[in-house]
């Protein structure tokens, strides 16, 4: 099956070089343009709320004083039996840090936390990742519903996950095909080591400010897609399709700050041809690449308005400092923008999400 082989595992026209016309302050250092020196840089600036008590979040801080675990296995060592279970005994209104250490294996779960259960941690061993799945369709669920994981929350993470619709391969044919397997619409969640896996719509990145590090995310079309605004770091995004969309960012105003997904030392892989790293869905997508590895799945074109060529003007759809056979410029669409040094600087920041305020490392047990 291919989610067992997971776990195991145009238009010829000058680039335009533009500049950001709304004013953005930097205050974070900004991410290293060398890989090597990612993760020291990251460790220096995200370090344990012990440290920061002054500049996070006061509802954060407190609630990471005091953690709660409790324990979930399929073997019936654990506390509960079911990750569902276990979210179930998290207090509405919950203000203590509360990690759920998921043991290993395949928890066949449709599961959501709700709004009023901020502060949750989904955790497993990066030595025995435990996987949630479960088969939910669009025609079954609706789109946003059909995901197998469904994190409405605030403040909330996931460490060392695989996230899975084993749903198949929309063939054109079957309606209500599309399968989501992660939608996050909560604020200030954070995701590390995890890996996302579906074909169409695999993660909705529905809405609130999201930090993606050393992740995985497999699809075919408009496979991370939503009105969210996150920075990826590191995170690897396989395509499976020829022809496919990475991205279908939801924006619908160019004044609209509270939107966009920025992609910082990234790769994108893939056997396929003709990938496109994303498409306007709606008016005014906002989408970033910067230091990212492009492999010979992406388009020559790079990007698609969606056959609304009056959306040339009002996309946002930037390159800066990219690398690999699918990274060149000279044959990209009209409207892509080649960021320079300044314009780039608010995307390979941790100001891009305002994470400075709330955060924190990877969890460790």
């Known amino acids: 099956m291919w989610f067992q082989k ?32 990612v993760n020291t840089w990251f460790n220096s600036v995200v370090t344990p709320s012990t440290d920061r008590t002054s500049s996070l979040d006061l509802a954060l801080v407190t609630a990471e004083a005091a953690a709660n675990v409790i324990t979930v296995s ?6 509960f039996g079911t990750v569902a279970d276990a979210i179930a005994n998290v207090p509405e209104g919950n203000t203590l840090r509360t990690i759920i250490k998921i043991g290993p294996g395949t928890y066949f779960e449709k599961i959501t936390i709700d ?20 088969n939910g ?6 789109t946003y519903n059909s995901a197998t994981l469904i994190v ?25 095909a599309q399968a989501v397997a992660l939608r996050t619409a909560g604020d200030k969640q954070a995701f590390y080591n995890c ?44 395509v499976v399709k020829d022809g496919g969309v990475i ?8 004044s609209d700050e509270s939107q966009g997904y920025s992609f910082v030392h990234c790769k994108i892989t893939g056997s396929k041809k003709g990938a496109y790293l994303g498409r306007a869905w709606k008016p ?63 995307f390979i920041s941790l100001d891009f999400i305002n994470a400075t305020t709330w955060l924190l490392p990877v969890p460790t047990l």
């Open 284 to 346: 005014s997508p906002l989408v970033v690449f910067a230091y990212t590895t492009m492999g010979k799945v992406v388009n020559s074109a790079g990007w698609s308005d969606n056959s609304h060529p009056e959306r040339d003007k009002t996309v946002f759809f930037g390159e800066y400092k990219c690398r690999g056979p699918g990274s060149s410029l000279r044959k990209r669409v009209k409207y892509t923008k080649k960021l320079d040094d300044e314009s780039a600087m608010r």
């Open 152 to 176: 409405l929350s605030d403040y909330f993470v996931a460490a060392n996950i695989i996230i899975a619709n084993s749903a198949p391969m929309p063939d054109g044919k079957r309606q209500g």
């Open 195 to 238: 890996t996302i896996v579906g074909y169409q719509d695999t993660l909705l990145d529905d809405s609130g400010n999201h930090f993606f590090k050393d992740c995985y995310v497999q699809g075919t079309v408009d496979f991370i897609f939503g009105n969210g605004k996150s920075l990826y770091l590191g995170t690897e995004l396989h």
């Open 137 to 142: 369709t669009a025609a079954t669920f609706g």
């Open 115 to 134: 709004q009023n259960k901020p502060f949750i941690t989904l955790y497993g061993s990066p030595n025995a990742v435990p996987t949630l799945m479960y």
């Open 74 to 79: 399929k073997d019936g060592s654990g506390d």
């Open 247 to 254: 991205t279908a960012q939801g924006r619908e105003s160019l």
């Open 6 to 37: 997971i776990i195991n595992v145009a238009l010829q026209a000058p680039v335009l070089t533009v500049l950001l016309l709304i004013p953005y302050t930097i205050s974070a250092p900004l991410i290293p343009q060398d890989p090597s020196q």
